[in-house]
């Protein structure tokens, strides 16, 4: 911020392996492109971490403000989980349960 006032935002979501990643960053674009929130610079998922159970996605948006770069996460991280809802349900993480034969 020494020479810009641009301010970066993360959020986090757990999903299954089964998400369709470029169908999940083609509505990222379509949400921020709507959004008064977003500076038109940043927007980006990666998957960052991975175990057993699921994947962890890290969604980076930008905006010009602390406040707005706050209610453009909240609202990315928001319709994200209602794209995947409505969409992909399957890909929302579940517990699995091993089982052992005896």
């Not at 006032?5 to 492109?33: A, C, M, N, Q």
């Not at 602390?66 to 517990?95: H, M, T, Y």
Request: with cysteine; net charge positive.
């Amino acid at each position: 911020t020494r020479t810009s006032s641009k301010v970066l935002g993360t959020v986090f979501l757990w999903v299954d392996y089964s998400i369709p990643l470029d169908r999940l960053r083609e509505e990222l674009s379509r949400i921020v492109h709507g959004s008064p929130h977003w500076d038109k610079d940043v927007q980006q998922i990666v998957v960052t971490n991975c175990d057993q159970k699921a994947m962890e996605l890290r969604v980076l948006v930008s905006a010009s403000s602390g406040p707005l770069c706050w209610d453009l996460r909240v609202e990315v991280r928001e319709k994200l989980l209602a794209f995947i809802q409505k969409n992909f349900k399957a890909s929302l993480p579940v517990l699995r349960a091993e089982v052992l034969s005896r």
